[in-house]
């Protein structure tokens, strides 16, 4: 029943920000921990960052510091701020419901002048 549905990608030019947000829709009261993964070409899914019902975080060494990880629970909703993007972190971002299991669809962020 539930549903994740994020947006917010596109193309950037290095050093930029970036906001996509990740709205849970559907039956949504159960919602706890979420989180934010990517998948650059040829490479494995990775965690970007996490985030429980409480506010407590946890970021891949590789953003730690120029991501933020946030949470509007009136909202169901789960922000990846992005900062100081490199070309490097051009990926597929997902977000992730760990309970119950979902992805949503991804969204495209290419970083490059």
């Known amino acids: 029943q539930v549903q994740l549905v994020e947006s917010g990608g596109g193309l950037v030019q290095p050093g930029g920000p970036l906001r996509p947000p990740c709205p849970a829709s559907?039956?949504?009261?159960?919602?706890?921990?979420m989180g934010w993964y990517r998948q650059a070409p040829g490479k494995q899914r990775e965690l970007v960052a996490t985030?429980?019902?409480?506010?407590?975080?946890n970021y891949a060494g590789s953003v730690k510091g120029r991501f933020t990880i946030s949470r509007d629970n009136a909202k169901n909703t789960v922000y990846l701020q992005m900062n100081s993007l490199k070309p490097e972190d051009t990926a597929v971002y997902y977000c992730?419901?760990?309970?119950?299991?979902?992805w949503g669809q991804g969204t495209q962020v290419t970083v490059s002048s």
């Open positions: 992730h419901l760990f309970a119950p299991y979902r």
């Open positions: 559907g039956s949504t009261s159960r919602i706890n921990a």
């Open positions: 985030i429980t019902s409480g506010g407590n975080t």
